[in-house]
């Protein structure tokens, strides 16, 4: 089974528990390949990835606001 959905959704619950720790730019790095993984997903076709790539790109957003 193509498990790279699960792998995303694990690294953006890893680079969310990173904002909460303060630590914003090992946060941002555990988003970069959420995203990657949810844009390659999305890119196959697979409809049900786009949701969490949205999801993705806003929490890499607020990464990103967090390290000013």
Known sequence: ???????????????????????PSEALAAHDEAVALYRALAAEGRDDARPDLARGLMRRGLALDALG
């Open 1 to 23: 089974p193509d498990l790279r959905s699960n792998l995303a959704t694990e690294l953006s619950n890893c680079g969310n528990a990173l904002d909460a720790l303060g630590r």
